[in-house]
């Protein structure tokens, strides 16, 4: 087993020459070809780009849910290519949070329960002090006993966005989290999401179809068929 390295970097994000081929032999499908990223600490970054160019995938490699093939993947100043899978999981606590379009609570537990728990058998202090906070930083307070079946899908997406905060991680990583929204719901979900990375001081990447959304963030990403295409601040 690898002993976690800790490098000394100023960026959130170092990601160099990064590949990423799923499926065996003839079957192989390649799906990053060579990435190169970096992204510095307390910044918003928007991953554009068509369907299937690799975005999601990107973000998996980058949030230590799927080990790249090759390259480097630097996060936090951990080296993630020389991590297992356990090592990874705990990487990852307290320091990447992640938000997906799909909600993705648990049915049978209320909103408290779906925000503490993680953090509670991750080992962090206080969970349900933390969970009960964060719910109420979202607008959730007096929400805290429903549960997901009992909530809107705003509200649903509230939670999911106080459990991927409620431990201060450093990297909040948000794929499509207005997909399953209205456009009101969706532009208040994206305030909070802001006003939330700020206050947290974290770093945001986001992926998005929205040019709208794009243009506040402070740099805009676009991807094409595994590369990415063109960095914009
Ligand atoms: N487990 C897998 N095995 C094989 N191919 C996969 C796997 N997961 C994703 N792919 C392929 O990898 C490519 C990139 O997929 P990915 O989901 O990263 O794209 P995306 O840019 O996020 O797309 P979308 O905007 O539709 O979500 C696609 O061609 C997809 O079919």
């Known amino acids: 087993m690898h002993a976690p390295v800790n490098l000394a970097s100023d ?10 081929s799923l499926g065996s032999n003839d079957a192989a499908v390649s799906i990053l070809r060579g990435v190169d990223l970096e992204i510095p600490y307390d910044s918003s970054v ?21 080990q790249a093939s090759g390259g480097t993947v630097q996060v936090d100043g951990l080296d993630f290519r020389q991590l297992n899978e356990d090592e990874l999981a705990r990487a990852r606590r307290g320091r990447i949070g992640i938000v997906l379009q799909a909600f993705h609570l648990l049915p049978t537990m209320s909103a408290l329960e779906n ?28 929400r ?16 999911a966005i106080a459990r991927a905060m409620a431990a201060a991680p450093k990297i909040i990583f ?14 208040s979900i994206i305030d909070l999401l802001f006003e939330r990375r700020a206050a ?20 805009v990403i676009a991807m094409q068929d595994g590369h990415i295409v063109e960095s914009a601040a």
Do not use: W
């Open 174 to 187: 948000a794929d499509e989290p207005t997909g399953n929204l209205d456009g009101t719901t969706g532009a």
């Open 11 to 20: 960026m959130a994000i170092r990601a160099s020459n990064v590949t990423l």
């Open 144 to 159: 805290l006993t429903h549960y997901p079946s009992q909530l809107s899908g705003g509200e649903q997406q509230r939670v």
């Open 115 to 142: 925000v503490a728990t993680p953090m509670e058998l991750a080992g962090i202090e206080d969970p349900f002090g933390r969970a009960e906070a964060e719910l109420q930083a979202v607008g959730l307070g007096h």
């Open 46 to 66: 928007a991953l554009l780009g068509p369907s299937g160019s690799g975005k999601s995938s990107l973000m998996a490699v980058l949030a230590g849910l799927e």
């Open 200 to 219: 947290l001081g974290a770093t945001l990447l986001i992926i998005t179809h929205d040019p709208e959304l794009a243009r506040k963030c402070d740099r």
